[in-house]
């Protein structure tokens, strides 16, 4: 399949899981209030959390180790089941010794943390395996994988309000987690065993391949983990500093519909990152780096100027009353969407050249600055401006980084091929 033909399928079946986290925040506020969907965002950002310092880098492992040829795909797909049972026992001993609950028991019943860390492990299962797919070219099964967990959630929300949302409590939400992630991880197995089988041992491959591995992993894992790192910190501090889970709705809102407006770029990232750590060919790799940027800035200025002018409208239309208060922070965060569309960009080529050490030093000091920026904020308002802040010094380090390695030009960065 040709880049733009992959980058299709991708928009249009992930769109569905898109439109579904869409739909299950406007549900959720709807019928059960902005401090539920506040509650929900806080949650669902500490599940993604527990992913990422699960998966320890290993997403990018994976894809360079198979692509690589280092491991063959029946043995990475043991592997990967070993590691994720052992990573699932971890997290579950660390919730029952208290170390979890002695941070977070203010907000989250013994029950909750125990469900966040099952849909947690689930999620590495889940990232890991539908990572084969995307490494063995099954562009559809990959998507829909991907896709499967957020449209089953919402679905599983819609039922439960359905049936009875008299009795509806706080631990639903995560328990709803874990069976859409238990459903997708069962379809991704099965998916991968019918591509590319299982094998029984880890010893027909060479020790040292596994270190490479996992040597590769460590510098790749402190990208995702501060990706996921900082949502979780931003509602744990709105959550913290504000008393009442409003601010943290006013800001969920916001990443949703900014996740909307970043929805190709967010997908596609995975499928270009695959072609350009393929291929040798420079100029190609240059003259499709200009087109994405000339994308980006073009989508970026659009979503501008319908910023300004309609998000009060769409806040009122779908979410009502409940959400008025996040007009201010959905318009920035949007207005500032271009950001992030030349950050996801430069980072996808970072990846694909293989400078893990410079992406982890920047994505390290971009969560020193937020941190130290952050802590003592108590609006969403704030908290988002200090994001949009440290998004584009980070944008600005990976600029730097890419025109000093010579890979793209200053002509490049603005859609010059």
């Not at 943290?248 to 995975?270: C, K, Q, R």
Request: net charge neutral; hydrophobic share 55%; aromatic share 10%.
């Amino acid at each position: 399949m040709t880049l733009k033909r992959d980058l299709l399928w991708t928009f249009l079946i992930q769109g569905v899981g898109s439109l579904s986290v869409l739909l299950t925040s406007i549900v959720i506020a709807r019928w059960y209030g902005a401090d539920a969907f506040g509650w929900f965002s806080s949650a669902k950002s500490l599940v993604l959390f527990m992913m990422a310092v699960g998966c320890w880098g290993l997403s990018q492992g994976v894809l360079d180790a198979l692509n690589q040829g280092e491991i063959p795909p029946k043995i990475m797909a043991t592997f990967i089941a070993y590691y994720g049972v052992a990573f699932a026992f971890v997290l579950l001993l660390l919730n029952a010794s208290g170390v979890l609950s002695h941070w977070l028991a203010d907000r989250f019943s013994s029950l909750e943390l125990l469900l966040m860390c099952v849909s947690g492990s689930l999620f590495v299962f889940h990232t890991l395996y539908r990572l084969m797919l995307l490494s063995s070219d099954k562009m559809i099964a990959y998507n829909v994988v991907t896709m499967l967990p957020n449209a089953l959630i919402l679905l599983l929300v819609v039922g439960v309000l359905m049936l009875d949302d008299a009795r509806f409590e706080y631990a639903h939400f995560v328990l709803m987690f874990c069976v859409a992630l238990t459903i997708s991880v069962s379809i991704a197995v099965w998916r991968v065993v019918r591509v590319v089988g299982v094998h029984q041992t880890l010893r027909d491959v060479h020790m040292s391949a596994y270190k490479k591995l996992c040597l590769s992993s460590a510098v790749c894992a402190v990208p995702p983990m501060v990706q996921m790192l900082i949502p979780a910190v931003s509602f744990h501090v709105l959550n913290m500093n504000s008393g009442t889970t409003v601010e943290a709705a006013y800001l969920g809102v916001g990443f949703v519909l900014l996740s909307i407006v970043l929805t190709l770029f967010n997908m596609g990232s995975p499928i270009v990152f695959n072609q350009w750590s393929k291929q040798g060919d420079e100029q190609v790799f240059k003259s499709e780096y200009a087109s994405l940027s000339n994308i980006s800035s073009c989508m970026g200025a659009l979503v501008l100027v319908l910023a300004y002018s309609l998000v009060p409208l769409v806040l009122s239309v779908l979410y009502g009353d409940a959400m008025h208060g996040a007009a201010t922070v959905c318009v920035v965060l949007l207005a500032s969407s271009i950001i992030w569309m030349h950050a996801k960009i430069l980072m996808t080529a970072c990846l694909s050249k293989a400078h893990h050490g410079h992406l982890a030093c920047a994505f390290a000091l971009k969560a020193v600055v937020f941190l130290s920026l952050v802590m003592h904020q108590n609006t969403a308002y704030d908290v988002a401006l200090v994001w949009i802040l440290v998004e584009c010094l980070f944008m600005l380090h990976l600029m730097c980084v890419l025109v000093q390695k010579q890979y793209v030009s200053i002509l490049n960065l603005f859609g010059r091929a």
